[in-house]
């Protein structure tokens, strides 16, 4: 599937060449021709680390899944791919056929991943690329891949607005939007507020915002506890003339399930936590193309 193109030596070993004779506009053919299949590509964003990106990512796609959308994952986060641990899929390797095609890993009805998690011989072994390597190894990701006919793709993307997603958006031009994840303090709100402006400058639609950790329900005594505050991210949304999508409380079962590998949007679990987040996906879905 994936062959060596420099030293073997951490996650470089993943790489393949490029097939004989196959040149750029072949490949531009190619990425267009796997797209077009994809109805809706949804990219998921935080201007900070620890806000639970890939938590949302991987409960938006199962939720997608389970409501009966043909949904793919893509994890661009290539430094931490959680999305295997986070579905339950970590050491699966993805098939590939001859020609170097590469299927995803169904991780559920309705629903399969990429990430280069899946690739690496070891679990902890770090990927140490700079930008270059980085674009090429998205672009790989995106054109090798047998999507088939989905209705949507999610994509995982690390936290900031460097490398990995801006590639994403310059080799996806079309029918594509943004999820920003945040949590209420002001210290990750300064830096979402970036990450609104990135999709701003790329003329990239923001489909809305999800505020993570907003609030927790004591389970001694049943008060809310606003441990990052709350309400952060609806008032900046309004602040940015952004949808706002709904809050996602913090919860000892989504830590749980999370390490179990079980998205909690389609585990049994709380119903208040579950309905929270299927409400959230339900407003993205009337901002997407909706498949008929």
Known sequence: MF??????????????????????????????????HIRN????????????KSTVAVNLAAALALKGYRTAILDTDLHGPSVPLLLGCA?????????????????????????LGF??????????????????????LLEDTLWGELDFLVIDSPPGTGDEPLSVCQLIPD???AVIVT???????????????FCKKLEMPIYGVVENMSGLMCPHCGKGIDVFKSGGGESMSADMDIPFLGRIP?????????????????????PAVKNSFLEITDRLIQKTEVPS
């Open 175 to 177: 029918r594509r939007g």
């Open 250 to 270: 913090l919860h000892q079962e989504i830590t749980r399930l999370g390490d179990e590998g079980k998205p909690f949007s389609v585990a049994e679990t709380d």
């Open 3 to 36: 062959k060596n193109t420099r030293n073997k030596t951490g996650a470089d070993a993943q790489l393949k060449e490029s097939a004989a004779g196959e040149t750029p506009e072949d490949k531009d053919l190619k990425l267009k021709e796997r797209m077009s």
């Open 91 to 115: 050491g699966e390797r993805p098939a590939a056929d001859q020609s170097g095609n590469i299927f995803p890993v169904p991780c559920g009805d309705n629903l399969a991943a990429i990430s």
């Open 119 to 140: 690739m690496l011989p070891e679990g902890d072994e770090p990927v140490v690329w700079r930008g270059p390597l980085k674009y090429s190894a998205i672009r790989q």
């Open 183 to 197: 949590t209420p303090q002001d210290v990750a709100l300064s830096d979402v507020r970036r990450s609104v402006n």
């Open 41 to 52: 590509k949804i990219l998921v964003l935080s201007g900070k680390g620890g806000v639970g």
